[in-house]
């Protein structure tokens, strides 16, 4: 468990952390606040990423996400759900440009005797584990 740095890109310094700590697999979570945030949404029609600026400070409700690995190295896929002073909750797929207010963070590392390594998958267009 650990606390990222004011100004830190979240999904940037949870992937560093990964990176430099060589945890290749597991599971993280984390909350607090970001004074902005960008998200991504799927469209899964025409297989491409929208990504959302939110330019305002939020609540981290909840961050979970996995590590896995991408071209050998560690990358944390996350998902995000955010509230704004009204309480009102926005979401998605964590992108960089989202910098961190105050966020505490917890990681599961599984033991690496398995590995899973993202590739293109034809049926989503996404970078997906195999089966
Ligand atoms: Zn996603």
């Not at 993280?28 to 990423?49: D, F, H, I, P, W």
Request: with cysteine; proline share 4%.
């Amino acid at each position: 468990m650990g606390r990222l740095t004011k100004g830190d890109d979240l999904l940037e310094a949870l992937e560093k952390f990964c990176r430099e700590q060589n945890i290749t697999l597991g599971e993280v979570r984390a909350l607090g606040a970001v004074t902005q945030a960008r998200v991504g949404y799927y469209n899964q029609a025409e297989r491409k990423y929208y990504f959302l600026d939110l330019a305002q400070p939020m609540e981290i409700l909840a961050l979970v996400g996995n590590i896995s690995l991408k071209d050998g190295k560690s990358m944390v896929h996350a998902h995000v759900t955010l509230a704004d002073a009204e309480g009102r909750a926005y979401g998605g797929h964590l992108a960089p440009g989202t910098p961190v207010f105050a966020c505490e963070f917890a990681i599961h590392e599984y033991q690496a005797d398995q590995t899973l390594s993202r590739q293109p998958d034809a049926e989503t267009g996404l970078l997906l584990w195999p089966y």
